[in-house]
């Protein structure tokens, strides 16, 4: 970029700034941005005691990898209890005749 487009750069950015807001009155550049911007604040409120319990629910949630180990644990429990309660039985019969 040479001096010259810098210069001219520069004399458009200052040109913008000095010009008013262009529109019809209408959002955004009505004269209500203080009432929308209070609006906005007090919605904001809400919004931030609602993450607040979402994040609470989601401290107690379980993750993915935790219902798979559970699951791989209850899963474990599940086969070791049924060989042991197999071999009782296989036991008691072979006693018992």
């Not at 906005?40 to 931030?48: A, C, F, M, Y």
């Not at 644990?73 to 049924?82: G, Y």
């Not at 309660?85 to 072979?94: R, V």
Request: charged fraction near 20%; proline fraction near 3%; include cysteine.
């Amino acid at each position: 970029m040479t001096l010259a487009n810098r210069r001219i750069g520069a004399q458009q950015a200052q040109s913008y700034i000095q010009q008013p807001l262009a529109g019809d009155g209408g959002p955004p550049h009505d004269g209500n941005m203080e009432a929308r911007v209070a609006k906005l604040e007090e919605t904001i409120v809400q919004v931030r005691e609602r993450l607040v319990a979402i994040e609470t629910k989601l401290d107690s949630a379980c993750t993915k990898l935790e219902m798979r180990t559970m699951e791989s644990t209850l899963i474990k429990w599940f086969v070791a209890t049924a060989l042991i309660l197999a071999s009782l039985a296989f036991t008691a019969a072979k006693f018992i005749h």
